[in-house]
Nanobody, 127 residues
Framework: EVQLVESGGGLVQAGGSLRLSCAASGFTFDDYAIGWFRQAPGKEREGISCISSSDGSTYYADSVKGRFTISRDTAKNTLYLQMNSLKPEDTAVYFC????????????????????WGQGTQVTVSS
């Protein structure tokens, strides 16, 4: 059974940091690009970061570039998202997702490229 389980969300003040984790099982983690998405109330789910399986290339949405860092530990089948300098507009449910595709600039954020999704973890940033 394929599973992606996010953890690490919570309530933090503006300017603070959180690290999200996504534990993967049931598929060959090394073969998949892994991404982070988020969905705020009343808004569409948006891609915020992705890391490729082939060469470790990373991609970020402009809204988080310079503040968030994505990484993967293939030995632990785990994906991470280090979030620094958090802002109230970062408040959302954060999802990890896995897709067997080669990401590049114009498709890494496309939800249709991802085959598996986690259930999400809530991040709330207070002002």
């Amino acid at each position: 059974e394929v599973q992606l389980v996010e953890s690490g969300g919570g309530l933090v003040q503006a300017g603070g940091s959180l690290r999200l984790s996504c534990a993967a099982s049931g598929f060959t983690f090394d073969d998949y690009a892994i991404g982070w998405f988020r969905q705020a109330p009343g808004k569409e789910r948006e891609g915020i970061s992705c890391i490729s399986s082939s060469d470790g290339s990373t991609y970020y949405a402009d809204s988080v570039k310079g503040r968030f860092t994505i990484s993967r530990d293939t030995a632990k089948n785990t994906l991470y998202l280090q979030m620094n300098s958090l802002k109230p507009e970062d408040t959302a449910v954060y999802f990890c997702a896995a897709g067997m595709f080669t990401p590049y600039d114009s498709i890494w954020y496309a939800r249709g490229e991802y085959d598996y999704w986690g259930q999400g973890t809530q991040v709330t940033v207070s002002s």
